[in-house]
């Protein structure tokens, strides 16, 4: 099939949207599909993604400009957005999968109107959770109310939904979206963490083998709840004077969190480690922690809940919307209240017991297969062809006369 997918963030803005993104490519380019994806221009960074030579697609990076409330973020220029229109119609595409909803949306929309061609949109984004944050100058219930008209209104513009949890589901149902959905996660490439060598990144950065470590992994952002996880870490250091908290990921909240993290009196218990390398570095810093520990309640997802238990790293974790379709029966997660407290006593029970950390080690593997990208992606591929052929069919009827 010829797969146009369209999107407003992608590497290097790291996320979990541009890693998902990227799985999807990469594994339809392995089954043989050709895909084509159209991400903004970060620079001369925008080129730096690299992939493993058997799932290669092709990328037109398009000019865009800074967002100025959220820099992190690119908005495409609308000049390019009209040239990328004239040139992406005159190609075939037997699907058009629409990532994000803003000028991407626009573009997949417009080209599906003037092609014939279906469209799908997966819903990443818990955006009533995330827009407060963002514009905070604005009223909260403002905001939630424009964010879940808005939804509707994209939504509505699309043939199909790819929604990743059912917990979502419920939510667009909620807002009262009719558009016809399918659930169906990104997963991940089970054969990209098969590596990661936690005793090598606890040597490079002087941690001694036996220091207690906790890691986490994500974008420093307030939706995130990284804030509790240093308030949990506080009350671990009295029974674990040695215990370090490692934090991988950058974002919008960093500043913050650093000074909070001196406030809380961790300057000696936690380190900031920013964007590691997905492929090297990263698994290492995965596989450095004894528990790895989570607590945003905003994932449509979850994705490196899933990384952590394909690389065998315990879990200690809140289970709330995508997460909580990610920890249902996993046996190398401890579930926990969003409580302080309650927390920090499961993360303690994981420490001091080996034979604890071993099983929810032991168990992680197994519970990540279930999430592997290879066979989610068969499903994807179903739909696409559904949809192609419906509006083939719907193309060949004929007019009836009035």
Known sequence: MDILMLSDVYFPRVNGVSTSIRTFA?????????VTLVAPDYGPDSGQEQHDGHGEFEVIRLPARVIFFDPEDRLIRASALRRAQEELAQRRWDVIHIHTPFRAHSLG???????????????????????????????????????????????????????????????????????????????????EFARGDGARFRAEHGIAPERPTLVTVSRLAVEKNIAFLLRVAQRLVGEFPDLLFLIAGEGPDATRLKRLS???????????????????????????????????????????????MALGVPIVSTAVMGTATVLRDARSAVISEEDEAAFAGHVARVLRSPETRAALSAAGPSDARVWSADGLMEQVVALYQRLAHARQRTAAEPVQAA
């Not at 990469?26 to 050709?34: E, K, P």
């Not at 100058?137 to 008209?149: E, G, K, N």
């Not at 043939?159 to 059912?166: E, F, G, K, W």
């Not at 406030?263 to 936690?270: D, F, I, S, T, W």
Request: include cysteine.
């Open 109 to 191: 929309v417009r080209l599906a109107r003037r092609g014939g061609w279906p469209t799908v949109e997966t819903y990443h984004t818990y955006f009533e959770e995330y827009v407060g944050h963002y514009l905070p100058w604005a009223p909260a219930p403002l905001l939630r109310a424009f964010a879940r008209r808005a939804s509707r209104s994209l939504c509505h513009g699309v043939d199909h939904l790819i929604v990743p949890t059912a917990q979502m589901v419920q939510v667009l149902d909620g807002y009262g979206i009719t558009t016809p959905s399918t659930v169906l996660p990104t997963g991940i490439e089970l054969s």
């Open 262 to 308: 001196a406030e809380l009196g961790l300057q000696e218990h936690v380190r900031f480690f920013g964007n590691l390398d997905r492929r090297t570095t990263l698994l290492d810093a995965y596989r450095a922690g004894d528990v790895f520990v989570f607590a945003s309640p905003t994932e449509t997802q979850g994705l490196v809940l899933i990384e952590a």
């Open 26 to 34: 990469q594994v339809l380019a392995r089954m043989g599909h050709r």
